[in-house]
């Protein structure tokens, strides 16, 4: 398929791209379901979703979006936002850095220049926002954050009960990074109520739609386009957005930015939320993960998005930059 035309691009186009994009992905069987908590799974390996929400309110899809899952680490960016909003990014930032690690997502390390962790996509670095949030919140800080998600995504989401439990029985690792973090006084206590919320907002349920939603709404300034509700800081949004760019899509962050162009995070419950400032949200699920921890179809879906569409944020052409504001059902 050749980059789309985008002066002349319809509702039929967008959709003929998400059909394209369809019939590539689903022929591809690589990859893994997650296994280390065991209640991930249990999921479907076969199912593929995408969605793509506007900063205008409007939708498109392709695939499973019934099906929910876990949002996983994609919950980081959210608490992040919400932690740069009701604490500021001086007191944030002095916590937790925006350096990209270059290792696993669970790595027992800090910033050796530093002694914080490197970023808060990074366990260590989600575990200390999540202590800085029950600092602030106390014991309502998960329904806190369970209402700002639902809020993004513009409808109420659930917890996973299964999963929850499955974190909580596995999730020793994450433990052992909590009581780090607490002896080298990075966080305070309790800190078992920090890793709960950590735990509790890894299992949030959510579905392709979902996600593109929340994406719309990081996209549209930290309005909900569909909703019209102000959910998120402005100036938050624009520090979250930079932190996914350099450091959302594990190890692979950097070959992501590279290949395609754009702020997004990714969980190992499958799911991939990406977005274009000012444009679009977009979200993906299917849960065969590669050895990063990044869904295959996922990466494979974006890839042909980015490019069919010009969206890389420094793509030569600038095509992609008046996608919606001019020619999306124009
Ligand atoms: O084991 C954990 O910490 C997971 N619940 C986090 C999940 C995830 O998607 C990995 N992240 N970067």
């Not at 549209?220 to 800081?233: C, K, M, S, Y």
Request: negative net charge; charged residues 20%.
């Amino acid at each position: 398929m050749g980059n789309v035309e985008i002066t002349s691009m319809k509702a039929a186009d967008i959709n003929h791209v998400l059909s394209h994009i369809y019939d590539t992905v689903i022929q591809n069987r690589e990859g893994a379901l997650a296994d280390y908590i065991p209640e991930l799974a249990k999921v479907d390996p076969n199912i593929f979703g995408m969605a793509l929400a506007t900063n205008n309110g409007k939708v498109y899809s392709i695939g499973d979006l019934e099906t929910t899952f876990t949002i996983q680490s994609i919950s980081k960016a959210l608490n992040y936002c919400i932690a740069l909003e009701l604490m500021g990014s001086d007191v944030v930032f002095e916590r937790v850095g925006v350096e990209p690690s270059g290792d696993r997502f669970n790595a027992i390390e800090f910033d050796p220049r530093t002694l914080r962790p490197y970023n808060p996509m990074v366990n260590a670095g989600a575990i200390t926002i999540a202590g800085l949030l029950y600092d602030r919140l106390g014991s309502e800080a998960y329904e806190y954050i369970l209402d700002r998600f639902s809020q993004a995504a513009g409808r109420q989401l659930e917890l996973h009960e299964g999963v929850y439990r499955s974190e909580l029985l596995t999730g020793h690792r994450n433990r052992a990074i909590g009581h780090l973090l607490l002896s080298a006084q990075a966080i305070e206590e309790p800190v078992d109520a920090a890793l709960d919320l950590y735990f509790r907002q890894c299992s949030i349920s959510v579905n392709a739609m979902d996600l593109a939603v929340i994406g719309a709404t990081f996209a549209n300034l930290g309005q909900n386009p569909i909703t019209g509700r102000q959910v998120f800081d402005m100036t938050a949004v624009r520090n979250t957005l930079s932190v996914m760019f350099t450091c959302g899509m594990y190890d692979y962050s950097g070959n992501w930015a590279y290949d395609v162009g754009l702020p997004a995070k990714s969980g190992v419950g499958g799911g991939i939320l990406g977005i274009v400032n000012r444009q679009l949200g977009i979200g993906t699920f299917s849960p065969r993960l590669d050895t990063n921890g990044n869904s295959v179809r996922g990466l494979a879906s974006f890839k042909i998005l980015s490019d069919e569409f010009g969206l890389h944020a420094f793509d030569p052409t600038n095509r992609g930059s008046g996608l919606v504001s001019h020619f999306f059902d124009h």
